[in-house]
Each structure stands twice: as structure tokens, then as C-alpha cells.
């Protein structure tokens, strides 16, 4: 779908009109549909946006995905604020086509999955989002109310839905069921109402932009308040090689360099969650070959908290 050739915008500073005067397509991969678009400002300043569309797409999948004009809030009252290194919010609105919403677009920026230098991004942004979870909890109450909180009812649908959809589970994870009963017991209540903070989510490096030494976290619609650990874990875990350097520059800087007490134990819960949440997804994942090394990962996290024997 192609823009207007004047596009009205409105975000917390300003409102403008925009004058459209090239439209691209997002040569990433995305969920949603979007381009980018050069525009010209009313000063004749030139401008270019990146626009995403939620014309029909998205997966809500039991909650964790509130779409596109959920994450707009989230860049407006939550990000905007906060004044960290996300894209600069230029607006928001609804069309025939469904929600939408205008980013700065960040030119030449890679994901951080993708990068040469991956390791010591997987560092810097670290200490990006404890610096960011750090400066969420300062905010004041009305503003971190803009989210979602998940409660303990979500935390466990993740291990009934993986219970559920799993083939032949009793014979292939035999432990399972035990988890799951486990998991709904201690660890949901525990995620649920430990310390909080505003999370991104899903802050897997897919969704980490890196331009120079400066890290862009996108694509904030599953932003929620829940703990922070569960932001790290998506983060580090599999970069073995930065992995104790990354926790550690996320601890500097959300902590001051220590860790409060069961903090450990806080990630190992988060880890579970994250496992079942892919698991959980849908049926298709759940019974895939390669999710065999997620059913593993559940097993060695759960015997590491003692919630199997």
C-alpha cells in the first residue's frame, strides 16, 4: 500500500504534515509490512521515516504481542521519555489499512545478530538495557502504567500451551508434565510479582540494531512490566564467549555491580519462561526437530533450581 501524498503526523512534540517524496520498500525482515519513506518537513528539511503497517499481520499468540499501536504508546510515553538511543518517534494513526506508526529510520544500521563484530555488541547492549531497565523504574507510576504487566495466569498458559501441544510428550519428556506443574507453582507466582521493570520482551539480537558503537533496540510490541532478567537471558544466552562479560556489564549498570540476592535463580526462572514461550508458540514449533535442544534446555534449567530431580 502506498502512503498519501501528504502525510499528517502527531507525536508528543509536534504535529506536521510531511510531504511525501519517495517510498521503499524495508528490504529487512519483518513481521509487519513497512517502507521507508524520504519526506519533506515544513521547514524543507528532508526526513527519512521508517513506517510500519499492521494490516492484518502480526501473532498475538496468548498475549505477548499487542501490535502496532501498542508499541506507538510504548514509543511515546514510555521510550520518548526515557530518552535513550530507540528510534525517534515521529507519530502514529489509523488508516484503511490499520494501525500505523513512523520511526526514525536508522541508515546503515545492521542487526546485531548479523554484524562482524557481534561479541562486543552483545556487550554494549548489555549495558543498554541495564541502563534502560535502571531508568524505567524511576519512572513514575502513570507513565510505566502505558504496559502490560503479566501476571502469574500468563506466565503459566506458556506450560500448559507447550503441554499441550507436545506429540507423544509422556514417552519423548517424561519430566515434563512434573515441570510444568512445578513451573506453575513457583516460578510463575515468583516472575510475577518479583522486581520489575519496563522490558522489551523480545530482546533476542534480531531485534538489536547497531549503527557505529551505538545500540537500537525495535520492535517494543511485546513491551510489558515483568523482571528485567527476562530481557538479559534472551539477549546473552547462547554467546558463550561474552556471555560472563555481558552479565556483567548488565549488572554494573541496572545494579551498580552487584546483584541482589537470588538474582541467579531470577534468570534460571527467566529462562524456563523464554523456553516455554517458544515451545508454546504454536504446534508446528513445538514438535519441529531442532526444538528437541529447547525440551533439553528446560530439563538442565530446572534440575540447576531443583524443581526435578
Known sequence: MSPPDVLTISAARDTAALEVLEVEANPGESTFPGE???????????????????????HDCHGHRAGVAYEA??????????????PAFYGAGVDGDGSWLLIEHLEGAERLDRTVSADGAIVRAA???????????????????????YDAEYYAGWS?????????????????????????????????????TAIHGELYPRNVLVRGER?????????????????????????????????????????????????????????????????GDRPYWTNLESSEYEFRALCATARRMDLLP
Request: hydrophobic share 45%.
Open 73 to 86: 504508546a510504548v514509543y511515546e510515553r514510555l521510550l520518548a521519555p526515557i530518552g535513550m538511543s530507540t
Open 36 to 58: 521507508i519513506l524520504t519526506c519533506r518537513a515544513p521547514d524543507d528539511g528532508m526526513v527519512r521515516l521508517f513506517r510500519k503497517r499492521s494490516a492484518g499481520a502480526g
Open 127 to 149: 549495558a543498554w538495557i541495564g541502563r534502560f531497565h535502571a531508568a524505567a523504574e524511576r519512572l513514575p507510576a502513570a507513565t510505566r502504567a502505558t504496559l502490560r504487566r
Open 215 to 279: 545500540i537500537h533496540p525495535i520492535d517494543w510490541e511485546s513491551a510489558a512490566l515483568a523482571p528485567g532478567a527476562i530481557d538479559l537471558v534472551a539477549l546473552i544466552d547462547g554467546w558463550d564467549d561474552v556471555h560472563d562479560q555481558a552479565l556483567e556489564a548488565y549488572v554494573d549498570e541496572r545494579f551498580g555491580g552487584r546483584a541482589p540476592d537470588g538474582f541467579e535463580r531470577d534468570c534460571d526462572a527467566a529462562r524456563l519462561y523464554l523456553g516455554f514461550r517458544w515451545l
Open 160 to 196: 500448559r500451551r507447550t503441554l499441550e501441544y507436545v506429540e507423544d510428550g509422556e514417552r519423548r519428556f517424561p519430566w515434563l508434565g512434573e515441570l510444568c506443574t512445578r513451573f506453575e507453582r513457583d516460578c510463575a507466582p515468583a516472575l510475577a510479582h518479583g522486581r520489575l
